[in-house]
């Protein structure tokens, strides 16, 4: 276990540090940025004097390599340098507009679970084959709309014509609901596919036929071992998703006038504020790094041959190894060969 969290964190480090390279590089290729911009303005009232002190000031007049290097030291000490606009730490305009878009994608995230799980189940036990295939084209239409129609449409609808919600984020929990399923959807539309394939491939394995042999129901046999079994591939592309998120987060709070981390970008992008830009990248970054590292974590516990490696519980010819039966038999009877033990979960 410590060999697996070692690997896992070492990973993430690395991942950061080339999110963080390739970043900078990309935002330094860009031409121009915020204090040319200022500069080279017809209104600025700058003379060329004074937009080298400027340039000077942000070390925008150094060499790209050396920029980097100065700017990574910053990073390690927790500081994303000062924004071209507005002259303030980015870490405090980050702070400032963070919260709000956590509590969106929080909720989004929840939403979208939810909706995916109910989609998989009716995919898979609707009592009807007509509502199996109308769940079935659920997954396909929730992604092929895209996120700011969903969002004009639930405003147009809920908003303007049924006054449920407001148009406006005024803090509170209703005006957090709409734009929380709004960029669920974003997330539900692929887990709720990977989850009911999932699922039916679980159905066909032989321990389940073994359970139903022995009399166990649906409901049983989902929760004890269906859910577990398919809840894998899910739980990978929850990692994944969680980006997804964090984009659609911009365009769904642009939508519903909300001040948060993509309104943030959305300005920093406009005005060519380079360090905001980068600030929300590495943002980004983090929160996707910490989220995967997390999943990966979690394998062990949902399914612990994860750590078993090779020598896992079944051996070279498919048979389980001595002392790993538990299943009912009689005295003097033989361990059966090939039959997994029915306290072993095989997906």
Same mark, same amino acid.
């Given at each position: 276990?410590?060999?697996?969290?070692?690997?896992?964190?070492?990973?993430?480090?690395?991942?950061?540090?080339?999110?963080?390279?390739?970043?900078?590089?990309?935002?330094?290729?860009?031409?121009? /940025?915020?204090?040319?911009?200022?500069?080279? &303005?017809?209104?600025?009232?700058?003379?060329?004097?004074?937009?080298?002190?400027?340039?000077?000031?942000?070390?925008?007049?150094?060499?790209?390599?050396?920029?980097?290097?100065?700017?990574?030291?910053?990073?390690?000490?927790?500081?994303?340098?000062?924004?071209?606009?507005?002259?303030?730490?980015?870490?405090?305009?980050?702070?400032?507009?963070?919260?709000?878009?956590?509590?969106?994608?929080?909720?989004?995230?929840?939403?979208?679970?939810?909706?995916?799980?109910?989609?998989?189940?009716?995919?898979?036990?609707?009592?009807?084959?007509?509502?199996?295939?109308?769940?079935?084209?659920?997954?396909?239409?929730?992604?092929?709309?895209?996120?700011?129609?969903?969002?004009?449409?639930?405003?147009?609808?809920?908003?303007?014509?049924?006054?449920?919600?407001?148009?406006? $984020? $005024?803090?509170?929990?209703?005006?957090?609901?709409?734009?929380?399923?709004?960029?669920?959807?974003?997330? &539900?539309?692929?887990?709720?596919?990977?989850?009911?394939?999932?699922?039916?491939?679980?159905?066909?394995?032989?321990?389940?036929?073994?359970?139903?042999?022995?009399?166990?129901?649906?409901?049983?046999?989902?929760?004890?071992?269906?859910?577990?079994?398919?809840?894998?591939?899910?739980?990978?592309?929850?990692?994944?998703?969680?980006?997804?998120?964090? &984009?659609?987060?911009?365009?769904?709070?642009?939508?519903?006038?909300?001040?948060?981390?993509?309104?943030?970008?959305? $300005?920093?992008?406009?005005?060519?504020?380079?360090?905001? %830009?980068?600030?929300?990248? %590495?943002?980004?970054?983090?929160?996707? %790094?910490?989220? /995967?590292?997390?999943?990966?974590?979690?394998?062990?516990?949902?399914? !612990?041959?994860?750590?078993?490696?090779? /020598?896992?519980?079944? /051996?070279?010819?498919?048979?389980?190894?001595?002392?790993?039966?538990?299943?009912?038999?009689?005295?003097?009877?033989?361990? !059966?060969?090939?039959?997994? !033990?029915?306290?072993?979960?095989?997906?």
């Amino acid at each position: 276990m410590r060999k697996y969290l070692a690997r896992r964190v070492v990973q993430a480090v690395l991942v950061l540090w080339a999110a963080y390279t390739l970043s900078f590089l990309l935002l330094s290729a860009l031409p121009g /940025n915020a204090i040319e911009n200022r500069i080279h &303005a017809p209104d600025s009232g700058l003379t060329p004097q004074d937009g080298q002190v400027l340039l000077h000031y942000y070390g925008l007049d150094k060499p790209v390599w050396e920029q980097y290097l100065h700017a990574l030291g910053r990073a390690l000490h927790g500081e994303l340098g000062l924004s071209l606009t507005s002259v303030q730490p980015v870490t405090s305009l980050i702070g400032y507009a963070l919260p709000s878009t956590l509590r969106l994608t929080g909720l989004a995230l929840v939403a979208g679970i939810v909706l995916a799980g109910t989609v998989a189940i009716l995919i898979n036990y609707a009592p009807g084959a007509w509502l199996r295939g109308l769940a079935a084209g659920i997954p396909a239409l929730f992604a092929s709309v895209p996120t700011f129609v969903v969002g004009i449409l639930v405003l147009q609808y809920l908003s303007f014509r049924a006054h449920l919600i407001p148009p406006v $984020d $005024d803090g509170s929990f209703r005006a957090l609901v709409a734009p929380a399923i709004t960029l669920g959807l974003v997330i &539900a539309a692929p887990l709720a596919q990977v989850f009911s394939t999932s699922i039916r491939t679980t159905r066909k394995q032989p321990f389940v036929h073994v359970l139903h042999a022995k009399g166990a129901g649906e409901g049983y046999i989902f929760r004890k071992d269906v859910f577990r079994n398919s809840s894998l591939p899910v739980l990978t592309l929850l990692g994944l998703a969680f980006g997804e998120l964090i &984009a659609g987060s911009v365009v769904t709070e642009a939508v519903y006038a909300r001040a948060g981390v993509g309104k943030l970008v959305v $300005d920093a992008v406009t005005n060519q504020d380079l360090p905001v %830009v980068q600030g929300v990248v %590495v943002l980004s970054a983090v929160a996707y %790094v910490v989220v /995967n590292l997390v999943v990966d974590l979690a394998y062990p516990f949902i399914d !612990p041959r994860i750590l078993v490696g090779r /020598n896992g519980a079944a /051996n070279s010819k498919g048979t389980w190894p001595a002392g790993r039966w538990r299943g009912p038999r009689r005295r003097g009877q033989a361990q !059966p060969q090939g039959l997994p !033990p029915e306290d072993v979960v095989v997906p």
